[in-house]
Protein backbone atom coordinates (compact mmCIF):
# COMPACT_ATOMS: atom_id res chain seq x y z
CA UNK A 1 0.00 0.00 0.00
CA UNK A 2 1.79 3.26 -1.78
CA UNK A 3 2.87 5.63 1.93
CA UNK A 4 0.83 8.23 2.42
CA UNK A 5 3.48 11.20 1.50
CA UNK A 6 4.07 10.02 -1.39
CA UNK A 7 0.32 8.78 -2.43
CA UNK A 8 -0.57 11.20 -5.82
CA UNK A 9 2.85 11.32 -7.23
CA UNK A 10 2.37 11.25 -10.40
CA UNK A 11 6.43 10.49 -11.33
CA UNK A 12 7.49 8.87 -8.73
CA UNK A 13 11.48 8.27 -8.45
CA UNK A 14 11.75 8.72 -12.68
CA UNK A 15 14.53 10.98 -13.96
CA UNK A 16 13.75 13.77 -15.76
CA UNK A 17 16.50 15.76 -17.62
CA UNK A 18 14.70 19.58 -18.20
CA UNK A 19 16.88 22.05 -20.56
CA UNK A 20 17.03 25.55 -19.78
CA UNK A 21 15.25 25.04 -15.90
CA UNK A 22 16.30 27.93 -13.76
CA UNK A 23 13.76 30.36 -14.89
CA UNK A 24 10.65 30.75 -16.88
CA UNK A 25 8.76 27.35 -18.83
CA UNK A 26 11.63 25.39 -18.15
CA UNK A 27 11.63 26.26 -14.30
CA UNK A 28 7.83 25.35 -14.09
CA UNK A 29 8.63 21.84 -15.16
CA UNK A 30 11.25 21.55 -12.44
CA UNK A 31 9.30 22.68 -9.87
CA UNK A 32 5.86 20.39 -11.08
CA UNK A 33 8.49 17.43 -11.61
CA UNK A 34 9.86 17.63 -8.23
CA UNK A 35 6.38 17.87 -6.66
CA UNK A 36 5.12 14.83 -7.78
CA UNK A 37 8.21 12.91 -6.95
CA UNK A 38 10.72 13.03 -9.56
CA UNK A 39 14.49 13.46 -9.66
CA UNK A 40 14.78 16.22 -12.03
CA UNK A 41 18.15 17.05 -13.46
CA UNK A 42 18.42 20.66 -15.04
CA UNK A 43 20.55 22.63 -16.76
CA UNK A 44 21.26 26.51 -17.45
CA UNK A 45 23.47 29.04 -17.94
CA UNK A 46 23.45 30.43 -15.21
CA UNK A 47 24.92 29.32 -12.00
CA UNK A 48 23.58 31.32 -9.38
CA UNK A 49 19.74 31.12 -10.39
CA UNK A 50 20.32 27.02 -11.10
CA UNK A 51 21.84 26.36 -7.67
CA UNK A 52 19.40 28.61 -5.87
CA UNK A 53 16.35 26.72 -7.33
CA UNK A 54 18.27 23.46 -6.42
CA UNK A 55 18.13 23.92 -3.26
CA UNK A 56 14.49 25.32 -2.92
CA UNK A 57 13.88 22.25 -4.64
CA UNK A 58 16.14 20.26 -2.32
CA UNK A 59 14.18 21.61 0.54
CA UNK A 60 10.38 21.26 -0.74
CA UNK A 61 10.71 17.82 -1.73
CA UNK A 62 9.02 15.19 -2.50
CA UNK A 63 11.45 14.86 -5.14
CA UNK A 64 15.43 16.12 -5.82
CA UNK A 65 16.70 18.63 -8.25
CA UNK A 66 20.21 18.39 -9.72
CA UNK A 67 21.69 21.32 -11.26
CA UNK A 68 24.48 21.58 -14.01
CA UNK A 69 25.49 24.67 -15.48
CA UNK A 70 25.23 24.24 -19.34
CA UNK A 71 25.58 26.54 -22.45
CA UNK A 72 22.99 24.84 -24.73
CA UNK A 73 24.98 25.85 -28.21
CA UNK A 74 27.94 23.64 -27.34
CA UNK A 75 27.86 19.40 -27.48
CA UNK A 76 30.66 19.06 -24.86
CA UNK A 77 28.24 20.74 -22.32
CA UNK A 78 25.17 18.70 -23.42
CA UNK A 79 27.43 15.78 -23.31
CA UNK A 80 28.62 16.85 -19.82
CA UNK A 81 24.81 16.98 -18.39
CA UNK A 82 23.68 13.30 -19.57
CA UNK A 83 26.69 11.82 -18.45
CA UNK A 84 26.54 13.63 -14.88
CA UNK A 85 22.59 12.47 -14.84
CA UNK A 86 23.48 8.88 -15.58
CA UNK A 87 26.81 8.84 -13.30
CA UNK A 88 24.11 10.22 -10.28
CA UNK A 89 20.75 8.57 -11.36
CA UNK A 90 21.82 5.60 -13.36
CA UNK A 91 18.81 6.31 -16.07
CA UNK A 92 17.22 8.85 -18.02
CA UNK A 93 12.81 8.48 -18.37
CA UNK A 94 12.18 11.89 -19.42
CA UNK A 95 14.12 14.70 -21.10
CA UNK A 96 12.60 18.01 -21.64
CA UNK A 97 14.02 20.05 -24.27
CA UNK A 98 13.13 23.73 -23.26
CA UNK A 99 16.17 26.10 -23.63
CA UNK A 100 16.16 28.74 -26.49
CA UNK A 101 16.04 32.25 -27.29
CA UNK A 102 13.69 35.15 -28.65
CA UNK A 103 15.05 37.32 -30.36
CA UNK A 104 14.36 40.91 -31.06
CA UNK A 105 11.53 41.39 -33.26
CA UNK A 106 13.74 42.13 -36.16
CA UNK A 107 12.56 42.57 -40.31
CA UNK A 108 14.26 39.70 -42.51
CA UNK A 109 16.26 42.76 -44.00
CA UNK A 110 18.41 42.82 -41.11
CA UNK A 111 18.61 39.55 -40.19
CA UNK A 112 21.82 38.09 -41.34
CA UNK A 113 22.99 34.56 -42.35
CA UNK A 114 24.92 33.98 -39.27
CA UNK A 115 22.24 35.70 -37.43
CA UNK A 116 20.03 32.40 -38.64
CA UNK A 117 22.91 30.29 -38.31
CA UNK A 118 23.38 31.03 -34.64
CA UNK A 119 19.63 30.87 -33.82
CA UNK A 120 18.77 27.37 -35.41
CA UNK A 121 21.60 26.31 -33.57
CA UNK A 122 20.62 27.59 -30.09
CA UNK A 123 16.79 26.87 -30.55
CA UNK A 124 17.10 23.81 -32.64
CA UNK A 125 20.68 22.08 -32.68
CA UNK A 126 20.36 21.78 -29.03
CA UNK A 127 17.19 19.78 -28.86
CA UNK A 128 18.72 17.15 -31.77
CA UNK A 129 22.14 17.01 -29.69
CA UNK A 130 20.01 16.57 -25.99
CA UNK A 131 17.98 13.48 -28.08
CA UNK A 132 20.69 11.84 -29.70
CA UNK A 133 22.83 12.04 -26.69
CA UNK A 134 19.71 10.83 -23.91
CA UNK A 135 18.26 8.27 -26.56
CA UNK A 136 20.09 5.46 -25.43
CA UNK A 137 18.92 5.72 -22.09
CA UNK A 138 15.84 6.45 -22.75
CA UNK A 139 15.54 3.58 -24.89
CA UNK A 140 16.50 1.34 -21.63
CA UNK A 141 13.65 2.65 -19.94
CA UNK A 142 11.17 3.39 -22.74
CA UNK A 143 11.13 6.84 -22.00
CA UNK A 144 9.97 9.82 -23.30
CA UNK A 145 11.07 13.21 -24.74
CA UNK A 146 8.97 16.32 -24.33
CA UNK A 147 9.73 19.27 -26.72
CA UNK A 148 8.65 22.86 -26.35
CA UNK A 149 8.27 24.59 -29.45
CA UNK A 150 5.40 27.12 -29.80
CA UNK A 151 2.18 28.59 -31.05
CA UNK A 152 4.02 31.06 -33.61
CA UNK A 153 4.88 27.49 -35.44
CA UNK A 154 1.94 27.25 -36.52
CA UNK A 155 0.15 30.65 -36.72
CA UNK A 156 3.33 32.97 -37.74
CA UNK A 157 4.70 35.90 -36.19
CA UNK A 158 5.65 39.77 -37.13
CA UNK A 159 9.47 40.43 -37.39
CA UNK A 160 10.51 36.54 -35.85
CA UNK A 161 11.15 35.10 -39.38
CA UNK A 162 14.29 33.19 -37.91
CA UNK A 163 12.47 32.59 -34.42
CA UNK A 164 9.36 31.36 -36.02
CA UNK A 165 11.82 28.68 -38.48
CA UNK A 166 13.43 27.30 -35.56
CA UNK A 167 10.10 26.31 -33.73
CA UNK A 168 8.62 24.63 -36.66
CA UNK A 169 11.96 22.88 -37.11
CA UNK A 170 11.38 21.61 -33.63
CA UNK A 171 7.56 20.71 -34.48
CA UNK A 172 8.78 18.39 -37.51
CA UNK A 173 11.58 17.21 -35.58
CA UNK A 174 9.53 15.60 -32.50
CA UNK A 175 6.93 14.16 -35.65
CA UNK A 176 10.22 12.67 -37.30
CA UNK A 177 11.38 11.32 -34.03
CA UNK A 178 8.60 10.09 -33.02
CA UNK A 179 8.11 7.90 -35.92
CA UNK A 180 12.28 6.44 -35.68
CA UNK A 181 11.50 5.32 -32.01
CA UNK A 182 8.53 3.60 -31.53
CA UNK A 183 10.38 0.87 -32.12
CA UNK A 184 11.89 1.51 -29.12
CA UNK A 185 8.60 1.92 -27.21
CA UNK A 186 9.84 5.46 -26.78
CA UNK A 187 7.40 8.76 -27.37
CA UNK A 188 8.19 11.79 -28.60
CA UNK A 189 5.86 14.60 -28.27
CA UNK A 190 5.99 18.31 -28.17
CA UNK A 191 3.39 21.71 -26.68
CA UNK A 192 3.37 25.26 -28.08
CA UNK A 193 2.67 27.79 -25.30
CA UNK A 194 0.86 30.67 -26.26
CA UNK A 195 1.79 34.17 -24.25
CA UNK A 196 2.86 32.40 -20.74
CA UNK A 197 3.71 34.98 -18.15
CA UNK A 198 7.59 34.34 -18.09
CA UNK A 199 10.83 36.47 -17.04
CA UNK A 200 11.30 37.36 -20.95
CA UNK A 201 7.39 38.41 -21.43
CA UNK A 202 8.62 40.99 -17.99
CA UNK A 203 11.10 42.60 -19.92
CA UNK A 204 9.31 42.61 -23.38
CA UNK A 205 6.42 44.61 -21.68
CA UNK A 206 9.31 46.52 -19.33
CA UNK A 207 11.30 47.90 -22.81
CA UNK A 208 7.78 48.86 -24.09
CA UNK A 209 7.65 51.98 -23.01
CA UNK A 210 3.72 51.27 -22.02
CA UNK A 211 4.65 48.32 -18.91
CA UNK A 212 0.89 47.57 -18.37
CA UNK A 213 -0.32 48.30 -21.90
CA UNK A 214 2.21 45.67 -23.37
CA UNK A 215 0.98 43.62 -20.59
CA UNK A 216 -2.71 43.38 -21.34
CA UNK A 217 -1.96 43.27 -24.97
CA UNK A 218 -0.44 39.77 -24.04
CA UNK A 219 -3.60 39.09 -21.80
CA UNK A 220 -5.73 39.89 -24.43
CA UNK A 221 -4.46 37.81 -27.38
CA UNK A 222 -5.58 34.65 -25.40
CA UNK A 223 -9.59 33.73 -25.20
CA UNK A 224 -9.10 33.20 -21.39
CA UNK A 225 -7.86 36.58 -21.62
CA UNK A 226 -5.05 35.93 -19.20
CA UNK A 227 -1.42 34.54 -19.86
CA UNK A 228 -0.55 30.95 -19.03
CA UNK A 229 1.56 30.52 -15.71
CA UNK A 230 4.71 28.17 -15.14
CA UNK A 231 2.50 25.99 -13.30
CA UNK A 232 0.26 25.27 -15.98
CA UNK A 233 3.49 24.94 -18.54
CA UNK A 234 4.74 22.11 -15.77
CA UNK A 235 1.65 20.23 -15.68
CA UNK A 236 1.10 19.93 -19.40
CA UNK A 237 4.81 18.22 -19.22
CA UNK A 238 3.52 16.05 -16.42
CA UNK A 239 0.56 14.88 -18.12
CA UNK A 240 2.88 14.12 -21.78
CA UNK A 241 5.42 11.99 -19.54
CA UNK A 242 2.74 10.75 -16.68
CA UNK A 243 -0.76 10.43 -18.55
CA UNK A 244 -0.20 10.61 -21.84
CA UNK A 245 1.17 6.85 -22.90
CA UNK A 246 -0.76 6.37 -25.78
CA UNK A 247 0.35 9.43 -27.70
CA UNK A 248 3.62 9.84 -29.85
CA UNK A 249 4.32 12.81 -32.42
CA UNK A 250 2.01 15.18 -31.37
CA UNK A 251 1.80 18.54 -30.33
CA UNK A 252 -0.31 20.10 -28.06
CA UNK A 253 -1.45 24.04 -28.05
CA UNK A 254 -0.86 25.64 -24.05
CA UNK A 255 -2.51 28.53 -25.68
CA UNK A 256 -5.62 29.87 -23.88
CA UNK A 257 -7.53 29.80 -27.58
CA UNK A 258 -4.83 32.57 -28.98
CA UNK A 259 -5.29 30.68 -32.26
CA UNK A 260 -8.49 30.62 -32.63
CA UNK A 261 -11.48 33.72 -33.97
CA UNK A 262 -10.46 36.20 -36.04
CA UNK A 263 -7.95 39.85 -34.89
CA UNK A 264 -7.80 43.37 -36.70
CA UNK A 265 -4.82 41.54 -39.00
CA UNK A 266 -4.43 44.11 -41.25
CA UNK A 267 -0.90 45.10 -41.57
CA UNK A 268 -1.06 47.50 -44.95
CA UNK A 269 -3.25 50.41 -43.32
CA UNK A 270 -0.26 52.09 -41.78
CA UNK A 271 3.28 51.25 -42.32
CA UNK A 272 5.09 50.72 -38.96
CA UNK A 273 8.15 49.52 -36.69
CA UNK A 274 6.09 48.40 -34.30
CA UNK A 275 6.23 44.32 -34.79
CA UNK A 276 4.80 43.66 -31.47
Known amino acids: MADSATAGLRYKDKV ?49 AFFIQCDVTKEADIKKVIDLAIEKYGKIDCLINNAGQHPPHTAID ?27 YLRKTEGNIINCTSLVAQIGQPGAVAYVSTKGGITSFTKALAIDEAKHNVRVNAFSPGNVWTPMWETEARNSGNY ?17 TL ?46
Not at 214 to 226: H, N, P, Y
Open 16 to 64: TIVTGGSKGIGRGCVEVFVKHGSKVVFCARGESEGKALESEMNAAGPGE
Open 110 to 136: DISADDFRSLLNTNLVNYFLFSKLALP
Open 212 to 228: EAAKRAGADAQLCGRYG
Open 231 to 276: EESGLMCLFLAADATFCTGIDINLSGGAELNYGNKNRRKEKTSDWS
